[in-house]
């Protein structure tokens, strides 16, 4: 089992470019399905869960060619199949099938998905959008089919602005009969990035970025394409990692519209950033002051920077409060943090951090994908060395994370 090892308090300067947005390709994948033969996607991430993508759309018979980035799909023969447990389990995002088989096939057979434990991350709502639309769910064991003799528009309100919920609703709307209508939508700029791939194939989607999303479906598809949005989150880990340990570390290719949140929160506290169209260029301060966050939906702080943000919140002079709001377990990384040297009193899903403290290298386990990537800035301003187990969970979201930081200047390796 591979571990990353890094060596603390080496100051990152120079450039590091953001890759394309996981939570964008990871819905834009499974819906290059309804393209009428080839799709061309762009600036696509090299993440464990694109090539997990790309294997469900190759048992489905989907031709996929993907170098430099770019990923060429051809749907001449693909079929209809179930996907099978071990595939789906692999990743949250195999539940984007559902949407994408069901405006296809009006069929769609595939196992639960699976995903970071992070909480119990239900799917009522996709489930319950869908048969607003006329779909039949069985589900037996883990095992889900659905069926619609006649797939329809319908106007649905979703009682939490589900990112995986609008997704799929836009997918399985895309070629429905009639017009659907999402209120209360969520307006994660990825979705607006779904959007405009399902509108380069002739789909109607008109809304997207806002609380309403109208869907007109059509018949017929043609080919498209799309380029990834920069990915925000790991913009943003580059930006804290910059914040906390950097010399006019400049983080290129990224979006600031995307990140306002925490810009603020980071100006707030005292950082001094120098903000340009696409990138951005930090340096880190001694006097940083508590902030308080509260995870929140777009374009509210985001919950997959929270984790993140702790260790920054852990450098700053004096106590910060943080709140997670969107998903019930997302503190597993508190424990590893507390091991490293910091004062953190943790209550349900506040935590108290108390700071500044001073980190010392440890063994540490990455539970999920951000909780990797919070060690990972821990380890980084750390005195010593830290060991952390579970690299898989980073590999699944940040594209080439030790290379990107080694040029920069950090001391990172992984070992086996
Ligand atoms: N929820 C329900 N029922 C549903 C759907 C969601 O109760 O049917 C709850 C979830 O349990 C959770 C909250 O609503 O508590 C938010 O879930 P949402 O559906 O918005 O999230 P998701 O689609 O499962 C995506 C990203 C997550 C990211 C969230 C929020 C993918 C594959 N995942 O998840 O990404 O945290 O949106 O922005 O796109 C990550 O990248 O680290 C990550 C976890």
């Given at each position: ?7 603390g ?8 470019n ?14 290059s ?7 061309i ?7 464990s869960d694109t090539?997990?993508l790309?294997d ?11 170098s ?6 051809d ?7 179930l ?5 789906s389990?692999?990743?949250?995002a195999s ?5 994408a ?10 196992y639960y ?15 319950k959008?869908?048969?607003?639309m ?8 883990d ?5 619609a ?23 399985a709307?895309s070629?429905?009969d009639?017009v ?16 405009e791939?399902l509108n380069?194939m002739g789909?109607?989607?008109v809304g997207?970025?806002?609380?309403e ?12 394409s799309v380029?990834i949005i ?9 930006l ?5 340990i950097?010399?006019?570390l ?8 995307h990140?306002?949140?925490?810009i603020s929160k ?7 950033m ?16 508590p902030i ?19 260790v920054?919140l ?22 590893y943090?507390?091991k490293?040297?910091?004062k953190?009193?943790l209550n ?5 951090i ?13 539970t999920d ?18 060991k ?16 990107k ?10 070992i086996?």
């Amino acid at each position: 089992m591979s571990k990353l090892l890094i060596e603390g308090g080496h100051t990152l300067s120079g450039v590091i470019n953001v890759s394309g947005a996981k939570n964008s390709v990871v819905a834009i994948i499974p819906a290059s399905i309804l393209a009428e033969n080839n799709a061309i996607i762009e600036n696509v991430p090299n993440i464990s869960d694109t090539n997990d993508l790309i294997d469900i759309l190759k048992l489905l018979g989907v031709n996929c060619e993907f170098s430099d980035n770019i990923l060429k799909t051809d749907t001449s023969n693909i079929k209809n199949m179930l996907i099978p447990a071990e595939l789906s389990t692999k990743l949250r995002a195999s539940y984007y099938f559902m949407g994408a088989l069901l405006a296809k096939y009006h069929h769609a057979e595939l196992y639960y998905p699976g995903g970071c434990n992070i909480g119990a991350r239900p799917i009522d709502i996709h489930l319950k959008s869908f048969e607003k639309m006329g779909v039949k769910i069985t589900c037996l064991d883990d095992k889900y089919v659905l069926d619609a003799k006649h797939l329809t528009g319908a106007d649905i309100e979703l009682r939490f602005p589900s990112v995986g919920a609008t997704i799929n609703i836009m997918l399985a709307a895309s070629k429905a009969d009639g017009v659907t209508k999402i209120r209360n939508a969520a307006m994660e700029p990825e979705i607006v990035n779904v959007a405009e791939f399902l509108n380069s194939m002739g789909a109607k989607v008109v809304g997207a970025g806002t609380k309403e999303i109208i869907i007109t479906g059509v018949d017929k598809f043609t080919n498209g394409s799309v380029k990834i949005i920069p990915d925000r989150i790991e913009a943003g880990t580059y930006l804290l990692a910059g914040s906390l340990i950097g010399k006019n570390l400049t983080v290129n290719n990224l979006n600031p519209k995307h990140l306002e949140a925490l810009i603020s929160k980071l100006q707030a506290s005292g950082v001094i950033m120098d903000i340009e169209d696409n990138k951005i260029t930090v340096t880190s301060s001694k006097k940083i002051l508590p902030i308080n966050v509260k995870t929140l939906v777009y374009p509210g702080f985001v919950t997959d920077l929270g984790q993140p943000m702790q260790v920054f919140l852990a450098r700053c002079n004096g106590t910060s409060l943080f709140e997670e709001t969107i998903y019930e377990n997302r503190m597993q990384h508190i424990k590893y943090l507390q091991k490293m040297g910091a004062k953190i009193e943790l209550n349900n899903n506040i935590a108290l951090i108390k700071g500044p403290c001073h980190l010392h290298g440890a063994n540490v386990t990455a539970t999920d994908l951000r909780a990797g990537a919070t060690l990972v800035l821990a380890a980084l301003i750390a005195k010593g060395i830290t060991k952390i187990d579970g690299v898989k969970h980073i590999l699944r979201g940040y594209d080439s994370l030790p290379i990107k930081l080694q040029q920069v200047g950090a001391k990172i390796t992984i070992i086996e």
